[in-house]
């Protein structure tokens, strides 16, 4: 086959289809069409990978038996342990801490930091990571964090608005929480020295969010989590809190009668374990998006495989709203080496708008995710108005360079220094032309049940994050994720702060609760190669791993 | 005329009054001074090993940039760069010098620095002393509103201005150029056999005692001279000779404490300028009180 | 065209979309096939030579040829400097460096990822700190060792200008110094390879933290809103919404009015 031509970054078919966007520029800056009404979201949403039938099963084993998960999800959920109480010595501790944080996020670090703060010494809190600190999704947030903090916002309507989005399945108790102390962690951030985009007059900037009914965004250009992220993991590092690394959780321990009292630890490199003795735990391993739900290509991190989920249920903590999957409705969709990449949602509020093949806009920019990713598939796969890439992907328009027209000349370089960096890697101009996009796994809506202090239905365990369930529902808002990690993140460490310094005693070291599953495990007829937490995604070259073998 | 400007980081942290008043006396003389885009710490001070050349790249890179405000059309001046200390100015000239003399130098210090243009070597390295007497201290004559008749002052020159001569910018044994611009202000002029002493330079991080002793012979004969402040060019000198005050006065309580004036701090006042331009709160030892006394401020009117 | 459309919807088999989609994104999600690989390059991974598909980063074509990463690796995106690279094309003396999961691999390329950098972060209290360049120098007194050689800036692989903000830095130009490290990912190839060493990711991220702090104050409006919830002005409002049943909830969304853009 002859090579591509390539034009400005595109093979030459597509870069002739995309003068069209170019063409209907002018008209769409007065149109757009309108929002959805709720009975026109109803009907796109069936096409949402989520409602469209197949790729779920009921869980047939634990405190969820019954409820819908996605099969991945329920896969992991339905399998054996990695290491059982013969193979490994659990009788006495490596490290004795009094607060355990697993996952080295933003909400884990928020939280270790706030057990710091409430009164427990740096050296009585350990945060384990599985890779390093701060390879989590968190970073990698582009768009921005909600807070209700203009005059005419309050944090009813930010409440609303989350609650809508969310389809009202919001545990309202605990959304309460995530907007109650929204402009705190403003004022936290701005306290510690984050960059916080501020007008000439020394306001906030605040953008638009899907689903949103004021201006509520507030972002660090196009790097908001990795901005948060660093300020606040510089903050932990200069606190000389415990820190390791590389060393993933692979079981929760109890004390036989629902409580957990520490971990067994896995050391990545050398395979070695090492038991934590822990009076209370914090989970924050983020979410599952490298479980590559319905075959999706996704946002997430290199470990956003579930372990959380996996742990705190095998333990006996109890779930929620375990079958809704947010697919961001803009990954990138060209060029192969990027798809999937998240394209921030503050593209579409800084005036991009999504364009199908024709040139023609479909849908207003700014519905919920859930329903702007809908409007989108039906557009390549109902409408056949989508553009075909030639690996065989499909995807509309994003008119970035609406965003100047909104915005005047180099916004795009002054807001989006990330996302332009990205293309320009691959000799795309996104100030000049469109970039192509398609939805992509984004965020795991449900989790461990959690209350407003970040508790779980399991004494000793707390949940923050994008592993916890319910603040979300089964929808989450742009820029409730971060919002969450660092309102939940800091009640957690507080509540967990409380409980330690109430005098709660360390609990023993066993792992029974694992007897009791694996039982049921057996019952139900699980296969037995089955295992989880999995740690970490397979994309090892087939040809490669048929000819392993292993020697050690 | 549009001069390309190097301030050097004191000038920009500890000594920002130098700058304020230079910038506020050299546009009454005519002279913009165009700061360089991009400009990087000029080294500090000129190595003298002959084969460490790394330690030259910082001055070239800013020499470098002179060549770039031309071609942008930011200033309008033959190539000059000027400086306000006296440490930048020795170190960014010795290193112009090394450059034009040794050709092979060059070509190595433009290879390692292969995202940048090619040094060409046709920057001149002016202090703005040295400008300012190219222009005429005539012209500095006409300026004065507000001469400082009475103030007598002993001018201090310390090293890097004179030495080597190569780079010097007056007769190392008997330098004249603040002499010149004293008497175009307007003030007496007191002779100080210790003007060319060093002052102890950096020795001030590492041993204080160092500086302190020879601060204080340097400044005790210009008070001995009748002297009742000292005049110079560079911010370090005049950290050593103002500063360290507080470390004399500590070995020698009968030390009579006295004032040490950028000469732009000198120049800003016989101007008529507004004090806020000399930013006196950042001298060390206060020369408000000498000021006053002398009438040169308080009664007249500053802009 | 609704109803034609609303039809179509109908009678189109959603689980089909679904496989559809599946399958157009296989390779992304569970790697290349052989069988469908046109062109290919040989890359050096640490001297020793694989054959890859030429479509792959840096990280994807080291997957494929059988490394599984426990390290050099974490966002995947560009986001989070796990995956420092340093490489050396055939030919060419130029070490140059990139992120592995941001550079397609070329022909030629000997590589080595460098997944963690010795770096010193010492201990401070951002309140309690001096707006100040002193503070930075308090911290990092090798700053003053840089010799402006630039090679930090050759070998950002965000393109940063990283000897500018450094210089930044030494003068005490704080915003120069924020702005222009901004984008930094703290990956350490930097401080690697800076002959002063200095770390100036740290020494930029001490910069950051004290000019976003003190630079410009807290907005007036947050501070006033803090001030209203201490004082209980949402108390009642939250009291009630949260006690909302869904039929009234829907309503009120549903009517809810939309700020004025």
Request: glycine residues 8%.
């Amino acid at each position: 086959m002859a090579e591509l031509e390539y034009i400005e970054g595109y093979p030459a078919y597509m870069h002739e289809l995309l003068q069209r966007v170019h063409a209907s520029r002018e008209k769409r800056k007065t149109y757009v069409p309108e929002a959805m009404s709720m009975e026109e979201q109803q009907k796109v949403l069936k096409l949402h990978p989520d409602y469209a039938p197949g790729g779920k099963r009921n869980i047939s084993v634990g405190p969820n038996k019954g409820d819908v998960a996605p099969e991945p999800v329920a896969d992991l959920l339905e399998a054996y342990p990695l290491v059982g109480s013969e193979e490994i010595d659990i009788s006495s501790a490596d490290f004795d801490v009094d607060i355990m944080v697993i996952g080295g996020g933003l909400a884990g670090t928020a939280a270790a930091i706030w057990a710091n703060i409430q009164g427990v010494p740096a050296d009585r809190i350990l945060l384990v990571n599985k890779l390093r600190h701060g390879d989590a999704n968190s970073i990698m947030a582009e768009g921005g964090t909600q807070a209700a903090d203009r005059e005419i916002d309050s944090l009813d309507r930010h409440y609303l608005d989350s609650m809508g989005g969310g389809h009202f399945t919001n545990k309202p108790d605990v959304l309460r929480g995530l907007v109650e102390d929204a402009p705190f962690v403003m004022h936290w951030l701005h306290e510690l020295g984050a960059m916080i985009d501020k007008n000439e007059d020394g306001t906030f900037v605040e953008k638009w969010g899907g689903g949103t009914s004021v201006r509520r965004l507030h972002s660090c250009k196009d790097y908001t989590g990795l901005e948060e992220f660093r300020v606040i993991r510089d903050e932990f590092r200069s606190r000389k809190i415990g820190c390791i690394e590389h060393y993933p959780a692979i079981e929760l321990l109890t004390d036989g009668e629902g409580t957990v009292t520490g971990a067994v630890l896995y050391n990545l490199e050398t395979g070695e374990y090492k038991i934590v003795q822990a009076k209370a735990t914090i989970l924050a391993t983020g979410g599952f998006g490298r479980l590559h739900i319905r075959g999706f290509p996704t946002t997430n991190h290199y470990g956003a495989t579930a372990d959380g989920l996996v742990l705190a249920y095998r333990a006996g903590a109890k779930l929620r709203d375990t079958d809704t999957v947010q697919y961001h409705p803009t990954g990138a969709a060209y060029p192969i080496q990027i798809v999937g990449y998240l394209l921030t949602e503050k593209l579409r509020s800084s005036g991009a708008q999504p364009v199908n093949v024709d040139g023609d806009s479909f849908v207003f920019p700014l519905e919920p995710r859930d329903v702007e990713a809908s409007a989108i598939i039906r557009e390549c796969y109902v409408r056949d108005k989508g553009i075909e890439t030639p690996t065989g992907l499909r995807g509309v328009w994003l008119d970035t360079p609406m965003i100047e027209v909104k915005n005047g000349e180099g916004y795009i370089k002054k807001a989006f220094p990330g996302m332009d960096r990205m293309f320009s890697r691959y000799d795309i101009d996104m100030t000049n032309n469109p970039v192509l996009v398609f939805p992509t796994l984004h965020y795991q809506n449900g989790g461990v049940e959690t209350d407003p202090q970040g508790r779980t239905t399991l004494d000793g365990l707390w949940v923050a994050g994008e592993v916890s369930g319910g603040v979300h529902g089964k929808n989450r808002l742009m820029g409730n994720s971060t919002l969450d990690t660092m309102v939940y993140g800091r009640r957690s460490g507080m509540s967990a702060a409380e409980y330690v310094k109430g005098g709660a005693e360390q609990g023993k070291l066993t792992l029974e609760h694992q007897t009791s599953y694996v039982k049921m495990l057996k019952e139900a007829d699980v296969p037995p190669e089955r295992r989880s937490p999995i740690l970490l995604p397979e994309y090892r070259g087939k040809e490669a791993l048929a000819r392993m073998i292993d020697v050690f | 005329m549009k001069v390309p400007y190097y301030p050097g980081c004191t000038l920009k942290t500890k000594a920002a009054n130098f700058e304020t008043s230079a910038l506020a006396v050299a546009e009454r003389l005519g002279i913009e001074l165009v700061e360089l885009p991009r400009w990087n710490c000029c080294g500090t001070v000129y190595s003298l090993a002959d084969d460490d050349l790394i330690h030259h790249v910082a001055a070239v890179r800013n020499l470098i940039r002179v060549q770039e405000m031309n071609a942008q059309g930011l200033v309008d001046d033959e190539y000059r760069l000027v400086t306000l200390c006296s440490m930048c100015f020795n170190t960014l000239k010795q290193a112009n010098v090394r450059m034009s003399e040794n050709p092979e130098d060059l070509e190595k210090i433009n290879d390692l620095m292969y995202l940048e243009d090619d040094y060409e070597g046709r920057v001149e390295v002016k202090h703005l002393l040295e400008l300012v007497d190219e222009l005429g201290f005539d012209k500095v004559e006409e300026q004065v509103k507000n001469p400082l008749e009475g103030l007598r002052i002993a001018p201090y020159y310390g090293c890097m201005l004179l030495r080597p001569t190569e780079v010097g910018i007056d007769d190392p044994e008997d330098p004249q150029i603040q002499t010149r611009m004293l008497e175009a202000l307007g003030a007496e002029k007191i002779e100080n056999p210790y003007r060319k002493v060093c002052c102890g330079s950096y020795q001030t991080v590492q041993d204080k005692k160092v500086v302190s002793n020879l601060a204080y012979d340097i400044l005790t004969h210009a008070r001995n001279a009748g002297a009742d402040a000292i005049s110079l060019s560079c911010p370090l000198c005049a950290f050593n000779l103002d500063s360290r005050q507080r470390e004399i006065k500590e070995d020698h309580p009968s030390f009579r404490e006295i004032p040490v004036f950028y000469f732009t701090q000198l120049m800003a006042m016989a101007f008529g300028l507004s004090e806020d331009y000399c930013g006196f709160d950042l001298n060390y030892i206060d020369p408000e009180p000498l000021l006053s006394a002398k009438g040169i401020i308080g009664g007249s009117n500053g802009e | 065209m609704a109803s034609s459309e609303e039809s179509a919807t109908k009678k189109l088999d959603l689980q089909k979309v679904m496989d559809r989609i599946a399958e157009a994104s296989k390779q992304v999600v569970s790697g290349v096939e052989a069988g469908t690989v046109e062109n290919w390059v040989t890359i050096y991974i640490m001297g020793r030579a694989y054959q890859v598909p030429a479509d792959l980063t840096i990280l994807t074509a080291m997957e494929y040829a059988g490394y599984k990463f426990v390290r050099g690796v974490g966002c995947r995106q560009g986001f989070c400097g796990a995956c420092a690279t340093l490489y050396r094309k055939e030919g060419e003396y130029k070490l140059q460096a990139g992120m592995a999961c941001q550079t397609r691999v070329e022909d030629g390329m000997y590589l080595v990822q460098i997944p963690f950098t010795p770096a010193e972060k010492p201990s401070y209290d951002i309140a309690e700190l001096d707006y100040d360049v002193n503070t930075l120098f308090e911290y990092y007194p090798e700053l003053a060792r840089c010799v402006s050689c630039n090679t930090c800036t050759k070998a950002c692989p965000q393109d940063l200008e990283v000897m500018d903000y450094v210089q930044a830095g030494i003068k005490g130009d704080f915003g120069d110094l924020a702005e222009e490290s901004f984008d930094c990912i703290q990956c350490g190839l930097c401080a690697i390879r800076c002959p002063s060493e200095i770390v100036q990711y740290n020494v930029a991220q001490l910069g950051r933290r004290l000019y976003g702090r003190y630079d410009s104050p807290e907005p007036e409006h947050l501070t006033n809103r803090l001030e209203e919830i201490d004082e209980g002005k949402f108390e009642q409002a939250l009291d009630e919404i949260t006690s909302l049943g869904r039929e009234e909830l829907e309503k009120m969304y549903a009517e809810r009015e939309r700020e004025q853009e």
